[in-house]
């Protein structure tokens, strides 16, 4: 059997601003069928003329986050784009401001449990200068990972990084360390250097995790937050760059149960939980790690559900992405996917998805890609955004 083509590399082509509009506002009129697209593109050609850019308006913000959703590579739970619910907050632009509306995304995506899918969209880039707003933490609910001497880390050991840099602005860790304590954000904007912001921790739901036939699972203590908010992605619509757009779905069950706590490189817990069943983890062909990956699994599911809160498992989701495949190609568009990530699942071959192997691999542009980094080994060299705005307002005279 041949492996399927990897997608391309998630780097968005060099855009043009007006080709990119004049697409996008195609795009826009022909699948929502609005009239009036030729006067739409003249307007906006005067605007980028002067400019050098264009304004969306609420409904284009609205529509192209959503195809951004529809066109990402990497997600299995696009049969969702549609229900994207997006807020239009390009009018703020303080620090206090984002962290009030960053806030409120937590409550509008929680709801109850029912976790909805959500998008604040902030000012756009400016062009040629950069971010005019910028959060540092890769994700809104994340935990500490504390250096604990050699190669140790208390916590997460995937935000080394952010932890150090969020205690070089000045943060100080609760005084007992933990191994799932809240970080704080990090928010810099044109105007404001990196400021540190107490992420709400009444407003972030977690779910202790427990297992159901497996007593001493309780024991390990292990838990995780409801919401994976994505906080460090550019949203790029129509030749515009949002570079503060965080958004967020629900979680895959084997995100948090494979993933984040049986990597060797996060939590590491798959010779705990083994021992726990009391398998024989001396030799490989056992299989105790695949065993103790599907238990963790099931006691993530299990307390989610037991706690309310939205989680998917991996066969109803491949089977629910079968159906925006087949959706999509009703509508006449190819879909684009990257297989290697559509299929993560410690039962991955039993998956609808991975038996749908011809994905168009080209990324569309309207989409989601990586933003710049503020920190870290490729962040450090980068100049703040206030130095970077102060420089570009000089050079303008
Ligand atoms: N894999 C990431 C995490 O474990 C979350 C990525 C987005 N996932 C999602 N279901 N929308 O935190």
Redo the contacts with the bound molecule.
């Keep these: 059997m041949h492996a399927p083509a990897p997608a391309a590399p998630l780097v968005p082509p060099p855009g043009e601003v007006l080709a990119e509009a004049v697409e996008f506002l195609h795009l826009y009129h022909d699948e929502r069928r609005l009239p009036g697209v030729a006067a739409r593109i003249a307007q906006l050609r005067e605007e980028i003329a002067l400019t050098g850019t264009y304004r969306h308006t609420t409904e284009e913000l609205v529509y192209g986050a959503k195809v951004a959703w529809r066109n990402s590579v990497r997600?299995v739970?696009r049969v969702r784009w549609a229900g994207l619910k997006v807020r239009d907050r390009r009018t703020v632009v303080t620090v206090s401001g984002i962290a009030r509306e960053l806030a409120q995304h937590l409550v509008a995506a929680d709801n109850g449990g029912r976790i909805q899918s959500v998008m604040t969209v902030f000012a756009p880039d400016r062009p040629g200068v950069g971010p005019r707003a910028r959060i540092w933490n890769d994700?809104l609910i994340r935990y500490c990972g504390y250096r604990a001497g050699g190669d140790t880390v208390l916590g997460d050991p995937a935000q080394v990084a952010m932890t150090d840099a969020a205690q070089r602005l000045g943060w100080r860790p609760p005084p007992v360390l933990g191994r799932f304590d809240l970080l704080p954000w990090v928010i810099e904007t044109e105007y404001e250097d990196p400021t540190l912001v107490e992420a709400p921790r009444e407003l972030v739901r977690e779910v202790a995790l427990v297992h159901p036939e497996h007593r001493w699972f309780e024991q390990l203590r292990l838990r995780w937050h409801a919401l994976?908010v994505?906080s460090n992605m550019r949203l790029r619509i129509g030749g515009v760059d949002y570079s503060c757009a965080p958004f967020?779905?629900?979680?895959?069950g084997d995100?948090?149960g494979t993933?984040?706590l049986g990597d060797q490189g996060r939590y590491d817990q798959l010779l705990p939980v083994a021992r726990g069943l009391g398998l024989d983890t001396s030799r490989e062909d056992t299989l105790w790690r695949e065993h103790a990956a599907l238990v963790i699994n099931q006691a993530v599911l299990y307390s989610f559900k037991q706690a309310g809160v939205r989680v998917s498992d991996p066969h109803t989701e491949s089977e629910l992405f079968m159906k925006f495949c087949a959706q999509e190609e009703r509508a006449g568009r190819p879909v684009h996917g990257d297989w290697s990530w559509l299929n993560g699942s410690v039962g991955w071959a039993a998956l609808h998805a991975v038996h749908h192997r011809y994905y168009d691999t080209r990324v569309p542009n309207l989409n989601l890609w990586p933003g710049e980094r503020a920190y870290g080994p490729t962040g450090v060299a980068q100049l703040g955004l206030r130095q970077r705005h102060v420089a570009a307002r000089l050079r303008e005279g």
């Design positions: 997600c739970g994700q994976p994505i967020n779905g629900h979680y895959l995100e948090i993933r984040n």
